[in-house]
């Protein structure tokens, strides 16, 4: 069963960084394209950047300029690095795998917590 679990959220200071991992399990990872979400109450969730199996990246015309999401297929991990945080890039994020057998809406792991806040 493919599994993805996401870490490195957490607390951050306006103006701080983080940096999201997401280990992928039991998926052929460098067959998948692979994506960040993120998600606040009372919104849908939304695209923040994407990193496709050949290695193409897409990013929200909002985010763009302060978050890159890069992949290790060795390690079958990627990473979203976060810089210049806002407090309103407070939200879930989430880890997506698409490939060609998943469904539609690809795989997610269960999210982790970012609040960005003084």
């Known amino acids: 069963q493919v599994q993805l679990v996401e870490s490195g959220g957490g607390l ?3 103006g701080g960084s983080l940096r999201l991992s997401c ?3 039991s998926v052929i990872f460098r067959l998948a394209d692979m ?5 606040t ?6 695209l923040v950047a994407g990193i496709s199996a050949d290695g193409s990246r ?3 015309d909002s985010l763009k300029g302060r978050f890159t999401v890069s992949r290790d297929n ?5 990473y979203l690095q976060m810089n210049s ?3 309103e890039d407070t939200a879930v994020y989430y880890c997506n ?3 060609p057998w998943s469904p539609s809406t690809g795989y997610w792991g269960q999210g982790t917590q970012v609040t960005v806040s003084s």
């Open 12 to 14: 951050a200071q306006p």
């Open 23 to 25: 280990a992928a399990f």
């Open 35 to 39: 994506a960040w979400y993120r998600q």
């Open 41 to 46: 109450p009372g919104k849908e969730r939304e």
């Open 58 to 60: 897409n990013y929200s």
């Open 74 to 78: 060795a390690k079958m991990e990627v």
């Open 85 to 87: 945080l806002r407090p």
């Open 97 to 99: 795998a698409k490939t």
